[in-house]
């Protein structure tokens, strides 16, 4: 798992303008817990969003994620990525 200790308010991500890196740096966040409680499903949403815009270390992490999840917690995880998408469009 990498690392970050770049402090991330992940709330201030949502928008349409929000960089591949700044998504990966919120799933290293909730992955981490650094600055937050560690949260893998919201750790796999921000890898999958970050992923989804071409960042290429979020894929493995998005799959190293899953592979600690539940069917139902991947579920949650890609529906909140869905609604993030909503919101930042």
Request: charged share 20%.
């Given at each position: 798992?990498?690392?970050?200790?770049?402090?991330v308010e992940p709330g201030a991500l949502i928008g349409a303008h929000s960089?591949?890196?700044?998504?990966?740096?919120?799933?290293?966040?909730?992955?981490?817990?650094?600055?937050?409680?560690?949260?893998?499903?919201?750790?796999?949403?921000?890898?999958?969003?970050?992923?989804?815009?071409?960042?290429?270390?979020?894929?493995?992490?998005?799959?190293?994620?899953?592979?600690?999840?539940?069917?139902?917690?991947?579920?949650?995880?890609?529906?909140?990525a869905r609604d993030w998408l909503k919101?930042?469009?």
């Amino acid at each position: 798992m990498a690392y970050s200790d770049i402090p991330v308010e992940p709330g201030a991500l949502i928008g349409a303008h929000s960089l591949p890196d700044d998504l990966y740096r919120a799933g290293l966040a909730f992955a981490t817990g650094t600055g937050t409680e560690i949260n893998l499903i919201e750790a796999h949403k921000w890898f999958n969003l970050a992923a989804a815009r071409g960042h290429e270390e979020a894929r493995a992490q998005r799959q190293e994620m899953a592979e600690m999840l539940t069917s139902a917690e991947i579920k949650m995880a890609l529906q909140a990525a869905r609604d993030w998408l909503k919101l930042a469009n």
